[in-house]
């Protein structure tokens, strides 16, 4: 709007107008016409007005019946989805009517389970959905909401939550509709989107690159961390938080973060989730003087597979990612069993995946629940851990345990709250047809009176400040943590912030490693951290070192065969350091490629970058799909698991440095692409420069050998090298 409300288009505009004006009156009819039409336009105005009056009553109206919908079905809600059999197969379990399911056990005996909705094996994605759909809505008037799908793994909670191609998903179609209510509504609504999964304890934002595919445009994505904000509201410190603007964008980030999800094969499932992939969508209303908060979110969790160690028979990596997953199942559990039961006691502490959602998980938040079962026969023993998992969420019990009459009534009483609801959404749209009506008269009316340019410069102005508090909105709901706004005993000590990579530089590669240390009888813990820090001796090259310890569940001596990869970041070594030494122009090669995205990387705060980042109001989406393109597109010198090691080579001083970097990357792309690089510039030039600079490269000569030794202190085999080839 800022761009196009210039004067130069005002007046040509203008112009237009006048000439069309002078064309179509005669001199004498104008004023005349111009009284009547004035008045046509403050009377459909003044009608507009009160048919939007009337639809903020409305609204206001649906959304109590909404909450009283809630209230009386609960808080909590469970659904029940059966998935398909395979033909022969014996069935355990069948759906009876929407709301029950039998489960047949042995000797002939069976058990029936009610749930708010069972959801047969033929049942759609679309039938699914659209009993999933108020809580959008909810969303939308301002609760926190969480929709869960848990279940035996392999039962298709995935297939629920993702959907394919062509059977798309909740995640998806929640989207979608969260898109098209908001156009519907007359609030502005600004949607940021932000995805992450919780892998044997550790938090790993889906937005930024996996390691593998980093290569040498990104830095390591600093640690995530769990923060509570005075207000009582639960932020992750350095997730990546990106504007979406329309379903495509949103769709467009949550294909890049599922192709960033740990997976592997099990004998359960070829493509099992080895994590909880959990969605997180921020709504702030402009001005939602109604709606319950400010922000809120709505949380979609594909919790990973609870799995019978007995039956999967894992071993090594895949029983470990099973034992994690099943005490943050059970975790989850507990906590909503404690909210159920209205206890004092919430214990949100138990798991990272319930402190990620204490928030979200409350009286004041709707949470819904699909469970997955699986009808085949030999799976009946996960079937009823699942139930009795269901149970415990919610009093989903045997039939009969609620007496009839109290059901009867329950049910009339919802009945009666649809049935209202359906009445006011039908006379929604009608005043909503009717303003759209009006506002296609206003605008044919007011094609020949233009609004005079004092009119246009107040346009401009309201565009302004409603982008003017996006930004506003932006700024709140997405930078980091003001840390100045905790009282300080809950900031987070210097030591957990070092671990979250927000230390800046003021320690070295190495003395952040050794103030690592492991962690011993912990369960587990995971840091990583990123630091910038100029090579002594030089002053123009700059050492990145990122440093993650990861000392999780596994043992280290378990031994994972080839089979046992899970597709996760090497973050998950015992221990490891990576150091890239990036020479000026690499780092200015790379600081141009942040420029033109818009990224501005400070080799102070990697964490800050990935905000600042998210910040920008302006194509947001697109730098950062670009900038993974980008980033998957350079042929880096990256192995698997490995990290590159590109030794600073200033201009003049190429070939020195050059040919010490060509001994150790004779392999990689980068070496060959810095040696034809400095073959080119070998002009008579830089042979000068040379000689002159002898005295200089060999100081250089003692730095690279001092940076080398230091890389072979920590890590001999980075480079697949033996430490005396490097030596030489
Ligand atoms: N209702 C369904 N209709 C069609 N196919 C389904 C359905 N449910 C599951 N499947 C199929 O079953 C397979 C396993 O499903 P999915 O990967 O979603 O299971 P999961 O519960 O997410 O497993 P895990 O916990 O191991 O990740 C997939 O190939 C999926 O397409």
Avoid at 71 to 96: H, M, T, W, Y
Avoid at 636 to 664: C, M, Q, Y
């Amino acid at each position: 709007m800022k761009t196009h409300l210039t004067c130069k288009w005002v007046d040509s505009v203008r112009g237009i107008m006048k000439a069309l004006q002078s064309q179509q009156l005669p001199d004498d009819n104008k004023t005349y016409e111009k009284s009547n039409n004035e008045a046509a336009i403050s009377n459909i105005k003044g009608e507009v007005e009160v048919l939007y009056d009337c639809i903020k009553k409305l609204n206001v109206q649906r959304r109590k019946l909404l909450n009283d919908l809630f209230d009386l079905k609960g808080n909590i809600r469970v659904f029940c989805r059966i998935r398909p059999i395979s033909i022969g197969n014996q069935k355990s379990v069948e759906a009876l009517d929407s709301n029950e399911m039998i489960i047949n056990l042995v000797d002939n005996k069976s058990k029936i389970y009610s749930f708010d909705k069972v959801f047969h094996p033929s049942s759609s994605q679309g039938e699914v959905f659209s009993e999933i759909e108020p809580i959008i809505k909810s969303a939308l008037d301002g609760y926190n909401a969480c929709i869960f799908a848990y279940g035996q793994t392999g039962t298709g909670k995935t297939f629920t939550m993702e959907g394919t191609e062509e059977f798309p998903g909740v995640v998806p179609r929640a989207i979608e509709a969260l898109f098209k209510h908001a156009a519907d509504s007359n609030h502005a609504f600004l949607f940021s989107f932000s995805m992450l999964e919780i892998y044997m304890g550790y938090l790993k934002d889906l937005l930024t690159p996996h390691s593998q595919t980093t290569k040498s445009i990104f830095p390591l994505p600093p640690c995530l961390s769990i923060q509570t904000h005075p207000n009582g509201e639960t932020e992750i410190e350095n997730l990546v938080t990106i504007q979406v603007n329309d379903l495509n964008q949103a769709m467009r980030l949550y294909k890049l973060g599922c192709g960033f999800r740990s997976t592997a094969s099990t004998n359960s499932n070829r493509t099992s989730s080895r994590s909880h992939c959990m969605i997180r969508i921020s709504i702030s209303s402009v001005r939602a003087s109604k709606r319950r908060r400010l922000t809120n979110k709505l949380w979609m969790v594909d919790l990973g597979g609870s799995e019978r160690v007995l039956k999967t028979k894992a071993l090594g990596r895949r029983f470990e990612e099973g034992k994690a997953i099943n005490l943050s199942l059970s975790s989850l559990g507990d906590v909503i069993h404690a909210l159920q039961s209205k206890k004092r006691h919430i214990p949100y502490r138990n798991s990272k995946l319930t402190q990620v959602l204490k928030d979200s998980l409350g009286d004041d938040s709707k949470t819904l629940m699909l469970v997955h079962v699986s009808p085949h026969e030999e799976d009946l023993c996960e079937t009823l851990c699942t139930l009795n998992f269901a149970t415990r969420a919610k009093r989903v019990q045997l039939r009969n345990e609620e007496s009839t009459e109290v059901k009867a009534e329950k049910e009339v009483a919802i009945n009666n709250l649809l049935q209202k609801m359906n009445r006011i959404e039908y006379n929604r749209n009608d005043v909503t047809q009717e303003i759209k009506k009006l506002n296609e008269k206003l605008g044919k009316l007011t094609i020949i009176s233009p609004p005079s340019l004092t009119e246009l410069v107040d346009l401009s102005d309201v565009c302004i400040e409603g982008l003017g508090s996006n930004m506003r909105f932006q700024k709140d709901s997405v930078t980091s943590t003001p840390l100045a706004d905790f009282p300080r005993f809950m900031r987070p000590t210097v030591c957990s912030r070092s671990k979250s990579g927000n230390a800046g530089v003021e320690s070295q590669a190495l003395k952040s490693r050794s103030s690592l240390p492991p962690r011993k009888g912990k369960g587990s813990t995971h840091c990583a951290k990123s630091v910038g820090f100029p090579i002594e001796g030089t002053s123009e090259c700059y050492s990145e070192s990122s440093v993650s310890r990861t000392s999780c569940l596994i043992s280290p001596t378990t031994k994972f065969s080839a089979d046992n990869e899970t597709e996760f970041s090497e973050e998950t070594s015992d221990s490891d350091t990576k150091v890239a030494v990036f020479t000026k122009q690499h780092l200015s090669e790379r600081d141009s490629i942040h420029k033109k995205f818009n990224l501005r990387l400070s080799k102070k705060n990697h964490a800050n970058t990935m905000q600042r980042v998210s910040t920008q109001n302006h194509s947001k989406v697109d730098n950062w799909l670009q900038l993974h393109k980008c980033a998957s597109n350079i042929n880096s010198s990256t192995h698997k698991n490995k990290r590159i090691l590109a030794i600073p080579i200033p201009e003049n001083k190429a070939r020195v440095r050059g040919r010490i970097v060509a001994d150790l990357h004779d392999e990689t792309v980068q070496g060959k692409e810095l040696r034809t690089r400095n073959t080119k510039h070998r002009d008579a030039k830089s042979v000068h420069m040379e000689n002159h600079l002898s005295s200089e490269l060999e100081e250089e000569v003692h730095v690279s050998h001092a940076v080398l030794k230091h890389f072979i202190a920590m890590r001999s085999h980075i480079l697949h090298v033996q430490p005396a080839i490097l030596m030489q």
